[in-house]
């Protein structure tokens, strides 16, 4: 079976900086997103990975490592903002999403 | 403003109700999706359309069903509803099949009781 692993939850403080991992097994792979969604709204799109590698925006970086099937969401320099949960998704080879359970992130000041 | 409406926000139904929960974007995409979330569990994918006049089952399907019309509207229709469809429905669309980057609308949070 197809599945996405990603730890329930996880704190942090502000200033600081946090690592958000996450595990796949899935049949096919076209590439891993990350999405963010605070609570009680949408979830809204942070990064694309479908090459080994760091890809860095701003604040936030991913990481993917196919051979391994592993990525990780860097959240540098927190904010209180940047409590919510972080979404890992995987598209496999009938370009479908599938969707881990999310990582909620609580920041403390 | 740009983007994707659901109606309604919130909804409390009895069970056997039929109830059609809308989806209107108005960003031209091709391909829309019916998601349900529930706590501890990932976004699991009801119905899906890549593009306009067709549709498609996801991994939940039973006990819904859409329709795909025109490109912009994407109804999701519970015939007889069961409280074990309590959940929150989200509506998104890309602008393609195999385009990871969804946009969501803010979906609609539905109890059946």
Not at chain 1, 18 to 25: D, E, K, L, S
Not at chain 2, 41 to 67: C, Q
Request: aromatic share 10%; proline share 3%.
């Amino acid at each position: 079976g197809q599945n996405i692993d990603q730890p329930t939850e996880m704190t942090a403080t502000e200033g600081a900086i946090v690592q958000i991992n996450c595990t796949y097994q899935t049949s096919g792979f076209n590439g891993l997103f990350w999405y963010q969604q605070h609570a009680g709204e949408a979830p809204t799109f942070l990064s694309y990975n479908v090459l080994d590698g760091l890809e860095e925006k701003g604040r936030f970086s991913s990481f993917l490592s196919r051979s391994k099937g592993y990525s990780y969401l860097l959240l540098k320099e927190l904010q209180m903002k940047d409590s919510a949960s972080y979404l890992c998704a995987v598209m496999d080879s009938n370009y479908q999403l599938i969707w881990g359970a999310g990582t909620k992130l609580i920041i403390k000041p | 403003i740009a983007g994707i409406t659901q109606a309604p926000t919130s909804q409390i139904l009895a069970a056997g109700r039929r109830m059609t929960l809308r989806c209107t974007q108005d960003m031209r995409h091709n391909a829309m999706y019916w998601y349900r979330q529930d706590l501890g569990l990932g976004l699991r994918l009801i119905h899906y359309s890549n593009t306009a006049g067709t549709t498609g089952k996801g991994e939940v399907p039973d006990g819904y069903s859409v329709s795909r019309a025109n490109t912009d509207d994407f109804p999701l229709t519970l015939a007889s509803a069961v409280p074990s469809q309590t959940s929150v429905y989200f509506c998104a669309s890309s602008d393609s099949q195999g385009a990871g980057e969804l946009f969501f609308g803010e979906g609609s949070r539905l109890t059946v009781l």
